[in-house]
C-alpha cells in the first residue's frame, strides 16, 4: 500500500515546465513562468533604455545608428517569448468560446505590440511622421504580467507548504513488531494496515492506528490544531505524524498511504481549492464583461477622436491605451489567493472545507442546528442505574445481554456498557443476527429469543409497560435510559449519564451573540435533551427530542421552509440524511474519519467551539473576497475613462506607463491582502 511521504506528495514546482496556472477559470500551461520573468526584465531594460520617447526627451545622447532596429528586435523577442504564456492562454479562451483574463492580456501586449510596429514603419519609413510607440510599455506590461503570476504561484505555493509541513510529520521508517515480540526497523512504505508499530518517547507516529499496548501523551497540534497534549492509552485511537510524548507505545495499524488522515486531509484541500464558488463565478464574468467593454469604449473611443481632432495617430494612440491598461490580472488571483490562503489556515486548525460555497453561504446563517451527543455532551457514558424486571435476568445479566447486542459498536452508549461490564469483571454473552434500528436502537437473536435495545419513544408506541415516575426522575437527573426488551415485555433498563463540554455554552452564547438560533436535535428523550437545553440557554421552541435520523431531516426543512438558513452539526454518520438536507452540513469530532461524504465542512475535533471558529473564518474569508475584488477590479473603473480622455479637456490623459503601474499596484495589494487573512 502506498505512504505517503514527502516524495509521494504533489508539489507544485515554479521553475518546471508543467506547471499549470489557474485564471478566470481556465487550467493553462504557463511553461517555466519564473525563467520567463527573469529574461523577460532584463530584456526589458534595454527596451525601456531604448524607447524614443525616454531617449529623446531624457539622453538623447545615447542614441546610435541601429538602435530603432534593436529596440524592434528585442521587443520582439519579448512579444514572442515572454508573452506566449498569455498568447496560449488567449487561444485557449476563444477556442471554448469563452474570453476571459487571458483574452484580454493577449489583446492588451498584442496592440501595443503591433502598434509599436506602426509606430517604427511610420517614423522609420514615412518623412514627416512622429507616431509615439509603446515598446517600453509592452516590456512593462510583460514583466508586471509574468510577475503576477510568479506572486500568485508563491501564494498558493505557501498555503500548500502548510499540507507539505504536515505529510513531512512522517517518518521515513517504522518499527515493525513480529508476532514473536521482535522489532525490526522497515521502510513506511512498507508498513500494512493490521501490523504493530513501536513508537518511542518523542517520535513522530508513522500510521493512523489503535494503541495496544502503553500509556502516553500524543501532541496532535500541526494535526488537528489541538494545542495541548492529548492522554492516549489502550484502545485510543492515534493519528499518524501526530509526537508521541514520554511513554512507550505499540500501535495497531489501521490506516496508511492514501487511507491515513493526513493523505485525506490533502485529498480534501486539494478538492476544494479547485471547486469554484458563487465568488469566483462572479469574477469570471466580470472579467469576460471586461472583455467586450474595453473593446467596446476602444472603438468608441477611436471613432471619437478621430472625428473630433482629425488625427488618425491620436486616436489610435488612446485606443491602444485603453486596451493596453484594462486587463484586469489582479482579479484572477482575487479569489484564488484568498482560498488557498483560508484552506490551509482551516486545516492547520482542524476546519477542513469540502465545499467552497459554503464558506460563503455562512454569512447568511439563521440557524445552527445540533446533535447532542458527542457535539454539544462529551459522549462518555457512565452506567448510574441498572434495573430488572423480570425473575430471568437479574442486573448482571441485563448488563451482559445488552453488551451481546452491542459487541462492534462504537456508540458512546455502547462503551458505556461495556466499560461497566469491565468494572464489574463480567463478560457479555453472545447474540445473534445482530441488527441496527435506525433511530430507535439494536436488535438481534439470544438463546432462540428476540432481544433488543430500544429507546422511550420505542416502549411507548409499543404500549410496553415501565415505571414511568422512576424514568422521569432518572431522566431529569440528565440520564439517558436504554431498555432491553424481548418481543412486548420489559427485561431491565440502564440509564447512563452523560457531561456538558466545557465550551458547549460558550458556542451558544456565540451564535446568539452572531444573531443565529440554537436549535438542539437528538434522539434522546425529551427530559434529557430539555434539561441539556435549560443548562444550555437553548429555547424550548427549539428543542426536539426522541427524533430519528429521517425526523431531523423533517425538521431541518421545515426550518429552511421558515426562509432560514440553516447548518447542521452532527456526526456525519446517523445525521447523513439532516447534513445533506441542511444549506450547511458540518460534521464534528470526525477524529481520522475525514471522509465524510455528506458534510461540507468537516471539523476534526469534538470541540463545539470550533462551530463558531468556522464561523469567523468564513466570515473573514468572504470579506477579503469581497475586498480583492474591489482591488481587482476598481481600478479600472477610473483607469479605462481616463484612458479614454474623458478629463482630456482639462488637460488630463493616463498615459499607459501610469496605467500598467496602477493595474501592477493592484496586483500586489490583491496578494498582500490575502496574506492578511487571519481566523
Known sequence: MKNMNMKDQPTMDMNNDSDLMQHGGEMMHMGNITQKFWVSLVVSIPVVILSPVLMNRFYPGLAFPGSEWLLVILASFMYLYGGAPFLRGARAELKDRHPEMMTLIAIGISVSYFYSIYAFIMNTFVGGTNVMDFFWELATLIDIMLLG???????????????????????????????????????????????????????????????????????????????????KGDGDKVIGGSTNGAGVIRVKVTGTGESGYLSQVMRLVNNAQKEKSNAEGVADRVAGWLVYVAV??????FVLWWIINKNFNFALERMVTILVIACPHALGLAIPLVVARSTSIGAKNG????????????????????????????????????????????ADSVLAVMGGLETGSSHPLSVGIIKELDARHKASVPVDNINNLPGTGIEGNYQDQHVAIVNERYVVENKIDYDQSKFNELSLQGNTVSFLVSDDRLLGWVAQGDQLKESSKALIDGLKARGIRPVMLTGDNKQVAELIAKRLGIPDEDVHGELKPEDKEVIVKQYQDQGLVVAMV????????????????????????????????????????????FLDLAHNTTRKMVQNLWFGAGYNIFAIPLAAGILAFVGVILSPAVGALLMGLSTVVVAINAQTLKI
Do not use: C, W
Open 149 to 231: 503570476h510568479v506572486i500568485e504561484m508563491n501564494a498558493v505555493m505557501s498555503a500548500g507548504n502548510a499540507l507539505q509541513k504536515m505529510a513531512a510529520l512522517l517518518p521515513n521508517d517504522a518499527t515493525l513488531v513480529g508476532a514473536d515480540g521482535t522489532t525490526n526497523d522497515v521502510p513506511l512504505s512498507e508498513v500494512q494496515v493490521g501490523q504493530t508499530v513501536l513508537v518511542k518517547a518523542g517520535e513522530n507516529i508513522p500510521t493512523d492506528g489503535t494503541i495496544v499496548d502503553g500509556q502516553t501523551s500524543v501532541n496532535e497540534a500541526m494535526v488537528t490544531g489541538e494545542a495541548r497534549d492529548v492522554t
Open 296 to 301: 467596446g469604449i476602444a472603438l468608441i473611443a
Open 351 to 394: 476546519l477542513l472545507t469540502r465545499k467552497r460555497q459554503a464558506m460563503e453561504d455562512a454569512r447568511h446563517l439563521n440557524a445552527v442546528m445540533m446533535d447532542k451527543t458527542g457535539t454539544l455532551t462529551e459522549g462518555n457514558f457512565a452506567v448510574s442505574d441498572v434495573e430488572s424486571f423480570t425473575p430471568d435476568y437479574d
Open 570 to 613: 452532527g456526526d456525519g454518520v446517523n445525521d447523513a440524511p439532516s447534513l445533506v438536507r441542511a444549506d450547511i452540513g458540518i460534521a464534528i469530532g470526525a477524529g481520522t474519519d475525514v471522509a465524510v461524504d455528506s458534510a461540507d465542512i468537516v471539523l476534526v475535533r469534538s470541540d463545539p467551539s470550533d462551530i463558531l471558529h
